[in-house]
């Protein structure tokens, strides 16, 4: 890994400040702050997902900060400008299961000289630790705001699965067998093979980024999303390609598939010099540090060692806020109504945002950032 000194500055607001520090669980990690950081400001933890970096909250952390908050955005074990990670065939998965992602951020508080956080804000991937950090600890994560990605509870038994979980096991098992063979991208990703594919994209990264981002946002939304009939595999059959992919394609093909049937305009929020630091990043790293997270999550031994949560739910004040365009939303169904109802106890709203599908922070920014500022400050 590049020193920190060595690499490009990020075009950020010149009161954004980057910062690096040993984190107490391994990592040199890195974040972009904003805000007074004095001990009585409360603070807000923006985690983002994948593929993302810190950056991609460039857009609340002056907002927030503006709004009374010391606003504090990582990058995440096995992404960006944190080091002290490694990503490779014989990587301990221990390392990127959820206790130990929640370590690395608590780390981080401690660094930061708080003993507690206003909300821990997470998106996609994000949006899974951000929960399981108000899972874990809701004496120092005080409000959990969830985006694009619902957490729909604590792990089941592997030993003895549920109904529900068996029926998702034998939806994913069926896709294979459609009469047009498919495959979760989750698997995909958990696989040996999606790094290289996608690192190496026939359509070089940049363009590969480009499509991916442009796929999953409102101006590459062919139809609104809606929530599955049922848990089966010709109902997961239904979803975008960018998430049940066609069995014989790895993802960087399949998005050079799907851009080639169409147009694509200019975006409107990603803008040139943005979609060059994701390139410009992932093309340092790649991205098997982040594929490590789908690896542990879809371990039965990783998830064995989880179990010790079981039937733990959300405590604390609990939100979640996603683009009426997302099909991230409708992905699992049922996960959506088992947040709202089982998984979190103080339920307070679920909000869509117009015009916005699965980046909405970036894609309606303005929009995003009055919702938390509005749940921040009436839920305390």
């Known amino acids: 890994m590049a020193e920190q000194s060595a690499l490009t500055p990020l075009p950020l607001d010149s009161h954004v400040r980057a910062r690096h520090a040993d984190n107490g669980n391994g990592l040199c990690m890195h974040w972009l702050e904003a805000g007074d950081a004095s001990p009585e400001t409360p603070m807000v933890i923006l985690l983002h997902g994948f593929p993302e970096l810190a950056f991609s909250w460039r857009h609340q952390l002056l907002a927030l900060a503006q709004a009374g908050f010391h606003v504090v955005a990582p990058d995440q074990r096995g992404y960006g400008r944190t080091t002290g990670w490694t990503a490779g065939p014989s990587s301990d998965l221990r ?51 969830m985006l694009a990605t619902p957490f729909a509870g604590s792990p089941g038994d592997v030993a003895r699965p549920g109904p529900r979980a068996r029926q998702l096991s034998e939806a994913l098992a069926g896709l294979s067998t459609l009469e047009r063979p498919r495959k979760h991208y989750q698997l995909y990703y958990s696989g040996p093979d999606a790094n290289v594919e996608m690192h190496g994209a026939r359509q070089g990264l940049r363009e590969f980024l480009r499509g991916y981002y442009h796929l999953k946002s409102a101006e590459g939304a062919d139809e609104r999303p809606r929530p599955l009939p049922d848990l089966s595999a010709s109902s997961l059959a239904r979803l975008p390609t960018y998430y049940v992919m066609d069995a014989g394609l790895g993802m960087a093909d399949t998005v050079a598939q799907s851009i080639a049937q169409r147009e694509v305009s200019p975006s409107r929020w990603l803008s040139e010099e943005s979609l060059s630091v994701y390139g410009e990043e992932f093309g340092r790293t790649g991205f098997q540090g982040g594929l490590l997270w789908y690896r542990a999550a879809t371990s039965p031994a990783m998830q064995r060692g989880l179990q010790v949560y079981a039937g733990l739910t959300v405590d604390v004040p609990s939100c979640f806020i996603a683009g009426e365009l997302d099909w991230g939303v409708h992905m699992l169904p049922g996960a959506l109504d088992a947040m709202e109802r089982d998984a979190c106890t103080r339920w307070i709203s679920t909000r869509f945002i117009a015009d916005a599908g699965h980046w909405v922070q970036q894609e309606q920014p303005e929009a995003v950032n009055a919702a938390l500022v509005d749940f921040f400050t009436k839920n305390h």
């Open 95 to 145: 390392a990127f299961r959820m206790d130990n992602l929640v370590l690395d951020i608590l780390g981080l508080v401690q660094v930061l000289g708080k003993t507690s956080v206003h909300a821990v804000v997470g998106h996609d991937f994000g949006s899974h630790v951000a929960a399981w950090c108000a899972l874990i600890r809701p004496d120092v994560f005080r409000s959990l705001a």
